[in-house]
T-cell receptor
Framework: DGGITQSPKYLFRKEGQNVTLSCEQN?????MYWYRQDPGQGLRLIYYSQIVNDFQKGDIAEGYSVSREKKESFPLTVTSAQKNPTAFYLC???????????FGSGTRLTVV | EDKVVQSPLSLVVHEGDTVTLNCSYE??????LLWYKQEKKAPTFLFML????IEKKSGRLSSILDKKELFSILNITATQTGDSAIYLC??????????????FGQGTILTVHP
């Protein structure tokens, strides 16, 4: 079945450590997105990529980094510069023309 | 900067009530507006709206877009406890720096009591 796989589902890290969240899709979608969601709130865009080897900052990119070396993969690194990294992270992808979006099941990151 | 604002931020009703959720937007180049329902993890798709004045319906849910006034509403009639969720509105940019960018509002938390 086609879809987006995010891993791990739950992640615990100590303050000051970098951590990388995985997002893989087998939908052959060109565009991929990373969102952050805090409790009871909407989704805020961190980074997005419309094509391999290219990506743009979203609204809250500070303290995060991404890469897009393969069409299928869009990993997100939460760096130690991110002041409040504990949140729910969602990855999404969209088809050509941006008429359909598919979401992964998310990664809940807790920094202690 | 693209902006999507939803209201109210939270809403508590009883089963059988009808609710209207609002979404206003400012997008440099508008392509479409999407509504999602989020219960626990990934948002699930409800509607995509691209044209003004054409109502989309799915069971007890309906939605309409006004591109002149830059807003959309989502109506839920005869609410049920299973409608309790966060309802998210998002817009897709069509060109320039907004091309392909999916921007979400803050969401409306709907709670339906028995």
């Amino acid at each position: 079945d086609g879809g987006i796989t995010q891993s791990p589902k739950y992640l615990f890290r100590k303050e000051g450590q970098n951590v990388t969240l995985s997002c893989e899709q087998n939908l052959n979608h060109d565009a991929m997105y990373w969102y952050r969601q805090d409790p009871g709130q909407g989704l805020r865009l961190i980074y997005y990529s419309q094509i391999v080897n290219d990506f743009q900052k979203g609204d809250i990119a500070e303290g995060y980094s991404v890469s897009r070396e393969k069409k299928e993969s869009f990993p997100l690194t939460v760096t130690s510069a991110q002041k409040n990294p504990t949140a729910f992270y969602l990855c999404a992808s969209s088809n050509e023309g941006f008429y359909g979006y598919t979401f992964g099941s998310g990664t809940r990151l807790t920094v202690v | 900067e693209d902006k999507v604002v939803q209201s109210p931020l939270s809403l508590v009703v009883h089963e059988g009530d009808t609710v209207t959720l609002n979404c206003s937007y400012e997008v440099t180049n508008f392509r479409s507006l999407l509504w999602y329902k989020q219960e626990k993890k990934a948002p699930t798709f409800l509607f995509m709206l691209t044209s003004s004045g054409i109502e989309k319906k799915s069971g007890r849910l309906s939605s309409i877009l006004d591109k002149k006034e830059l807003f959309s509403i989502l109506n839920i009639t005869a609410t049920q406890t299973g409608d309790s969720a966060i309802y998210l509105c998002a817009v897709v940019g069509a060109g320039g720096t907004s091309y392909g960018k999916l921007t979400f509002g803050q969401g409306t938390i709907l709670t339906v009591h028995p």
